[in-house]
């Protein structure tokens, strides 16, 4: 099942409660969302895992041109999703 963020997660993640900036952090780090008709912000944690796991594999592979993976200082991904 996938689980979608809470608000302090989501808040975390993007380091921000304000909508639009969590977008701008999502879309800048190439997240995947959904906006709800309130003008929230859903994310799943399938989509944060998926995107950073190709930025891995993009800089793994060579072909990410220098892109780095920006979470917010002290943000543990694996421990955040429960693993």
Do not use: C
Request: charged share 20%.
């Amino acid at each position: 099942m996938t689980h979608i963020l809470s608000d302090r997660e989501l808040q975390r993640l993007t380091g921000s409660s304000n909508p639009e900036i969590q977008r701008q952090v999502l879309t800048e780090n190439r997240i995947p969302y959904v906006t709800r008709r309130d003008r929230k912000v859903v994310v799943t944690w399938e989509m944060v895992n998926q995107a950073k796991l190709n930025q891995v594999q993009s800089v793994t592979l060579g072909t990410a041109g220098g892109a780095s993976i920006n979470l917010p200082e002290g943000f543990n991904l694996a421990a955040a999703a429960g693993r």
